[in-house]
């Protein structure tokens, strides 16, 4: 009796480690590491709390941040909490290179998309042509309620 | 020590269903992205594409979404390559390269090679495409190798036109019109019938046929330029145009 005990535990635990790493290979698999991480040298960031807009035909999406720093003339990283808020939707993420040229914002990190009775989960996104198109990158998750 | 590890058992064995999505909810996953048309109102879902909710399952390639406002809202949907749907609500499934999905007006387009659409006991095939209009109440199946089974009764042409009716929540077929420039095929358990137009009428219990009409029974083969055929006498006639056309032939199968 002792032994089948025994025998019950040692298979009940090996059936718990297999779970384990099963769910922390599903939890690595929705998790995009490849994602591209741009390093800033300089530790102060050129402009603080970065707030402007994109103007499109019929909305105006508002950009915050808490960071912003030059890559090029053109081209601003914004990092840290950044927020891309219209009348209709809200795009959370920690990343964003924006083209004050042509009005592209574009993220390889993980991204919330929140509007109306909608939400989109992706690993990454463009906003392009005044934000009347927006492309959801990689493995996406809708869900519509 | 024994309960707490079945409770963990438990914990780990079901966490998955705690992830899934919320009744009322449907989510939509894609291993390509989505892309959001807010102008032109529409969202484009790439590659690998997976629909499920509390009405229906679907599976494709990309799919395109028309919405009214907002994302949620959604007009109409098209789905392309290796499309297969499934619904246990409408007691429907699909498969084809492309289906138009119409959810205001109930109707449903599948097109494409090897086109297949089971509605409830109604089996219909077609490489041209398959349309219901649940709404209506009707359906078309147009384009090579159409072809319907119900009833046990296998029909071939290249338009088969449908009627059916709901009853006790069960749709059957009320009225069918079917034609083919190379003669369509009703075939039954006893009976195979060929013609090149044929309309079936359920209240009336009959088949009628119209030009090079072929009715085989056994070894007896009748033909003529019209048809028709009491399906519940399960007896037939045949006439033609021409009082001398009839043609009646007997063989002597042993």
């Known amino acids: 009796m002792s032994f089948n005990k025994k025998l019950f535990l040692i298979f009940s635990l090996t059936f718990i480690i297999i779970i384990f790493f099963i769910f922390l290979f599903i939890f690595f698999q929705y998790t995009d590491y490849s994602q591209e991480q741009i390093d800033i040298n300089e530790k102060t960031s050129d402009i603080s709390k970065p707030k402007f807009s994109i103007n499109g035909k019929k909305q105006k999406i508002s950009v915050t941040a808490n960071e912003g720093n030059f890559l090029t003339e053109d081209e601003i990283i914004l990092e840290k909490n950044v927020i891309f808020k219209s009348n209709k939707f809200k795009i959370y993420t920690d990343n964003v290179i924006f083209n004050k040229k042509t009005l592209v914002a574009s993220s390889q990190n993980k991204s919330k998309f929140i509007s109306n009775n909608t939400s989109i989960d992706s690993a990454g996104f463009d906003i392009i042509e005044n934000g009347n198109i927006i492309y959801f990158k990689g493995k996406t998750k809708l869900i519509l309620k | 020590m024994i309960k707490y590890l079945i409770f963990f058992l438990l914990v780990l064995t079901n966490y998955k269903y705690a992830l899934c999505r919320n009744i009322g909810e449907t989510e939509i996953t894609t291993e390509d992205g989505i892309e959001v048309f807010q102008e032109e109102k529409y969202y484009l879902l790439k590659k690998n594409v997976e629909i499920i909710s509390d009405e229906f399952e679907l599976k494709g390639n990309l799919v395109k979404i028309y919405f009214e406002q907002d994302l949620y809202d959604i007009k109409e949907l098209i789905a392309s390559t290796n499309v297969n749907f499934y619904s246990n ?166």
């Not at chain 2, 007006?105 to 490489?127: A, P, R, V």
């Not at chain 2, 009336?204 to 009491?230: A, C, H, M, P, Q």
């Open chain 2, 89 to 254: 609500e409408y007691n429907i499934k699909g498969k084809g390269d492309t289906l138009k999905f119409n959810i205001q007006n109930e109707i449903i387009n599948i097109s494409g090679d090897k086109s297949e659409l089971f509605l409830e006991e109604t089996k219909m095939y077609s490489d041209g495409y398959i349309n219901v209009n649940n709404l209506a109440g009707s359906f078309k199946i147009e384009g090579l190798n159409s072809k319907l089974i119900s009833d046990n009764v296998f029909i071939i042409g290249s338009k088969i036109n449908g009627v059916f009716d709901d009853k006790n929540g069960n749709r059957d077929i009320s009225s069918l019109e079917v034609e083919d420039e190379n003669l369509l095929s009703i075939i039954t358990e006893d009976t195979e019938l060929f013609s090149k137009k044929a309309f079936y009428d359920k209240e009336k219990s009959i088949i009628e046929l119209f030009d090079n009409v072929k009715i085989k029974r056994g070894s007896e083969v009748i033909t003529g330029d019209y048809g028709i055929l009491d399906t519940n006498k399960n007896s037939y006639k045949v006439s033609s145009n021409n009082s001398n056309k009839v043609k009646a032939i007997i063989s002597n199968t042993k």
